[in-house]
DNA sequence: CATAATACATACTTTGGGGTAAGTACTTGT
DNA sequence: ACAAGTACTTACCCCAAAGTATGTATTATG
């Protein structure tokens, strides 16, 4: 959970930006090390808690569930647990997640022209 | 400049991600608090360092330079020096930046459509 | 003589993101 | 009896990004 200091000038900038910057606001949601690439596997269909870990065996499980959380939380993931036991948990893309994925795809595009652009010039 | 230690976990998976994931290649170049908001000054002209400075009120100095840099080291943006007194900067767009600007947008009408979908129900 | 404006540099502190390691509850297989 | 798999939680540490504050060189202007 690692509860967040309201005060102090970082989370007022923060604030600010995110009002002030869509494209802020676009990377506090998918920001962070691991949120895009949690995106990416679901984008190939829903997923369960296990088959992400499996899917990326570098994550921790403590990031795992952080940034599922936050995903949940800014609406982008939507989780479905059986009650059973074992547990039966399922994650998958929202509405909002699904529409981010122009927006992925066209950062990718980018990613590789401006990678193909330079690597050319020092191999 | 602060420099980074070469090793560290961090670093590591830093580099890792950013092979493995494109969209992580792009929020390196892109992301930090302030490089969004200079790109986005940018994209309507080349501007002077002091334009920047009063045209983005809350940043400082120090991370006006040091991000301006980090634009640079990418190729993002390019930085004009007339050798004169009183100094005279103008910093503008590559090619490479030019061609972002695309993405932005597309981050600029996902964040727009996002917030809009969840302030109504809150409102 | 001192202040303003230009475009920076640099030392210092804070804090939030990310990582490590270990524990929980419950059941099935050997 | 115990190890393994399920989906987590929790306490703790580290560090790089961000912020604060001050200094620099030069010239013009009151």
Request: charged share 25%; aromatic share 8%; proline share 6%.
């Amino acid at each position: 959970m690692t509860k967040i200091k309201e005060s102090s000038t970082r989370n007022y900038n923060k604030g600010l930006s995110e009002l002030a910057c869509p494209v802020t606001y676009v990377m506090n949601k998918i920001g962070g090390h691991w949120k895009p690439i949690i995106l990416y596997h679901l984008m190939s269909g829903p997923k369960r808690y296990s088959e992400l870990k499996r899917a990326i065996p570098a994550i921790t499980e403590k990031m795992l569930i952080q940034h599922l959380k936050q995903l949940q939380d800014d609406k982008l993931v939507t989780r479905k647990a059986k009650d059973v036991v074992p547990p039966y948990v399922v994650y998958s893309l929202s509405k909002s997640g699904e529409s981010l994925t122009p927006v992925l795809t066209a950062m990718v595009a980018w990613a590789v022209r401006d990678n193909k652009r330079y690597s050319q010039v020092s191999a």
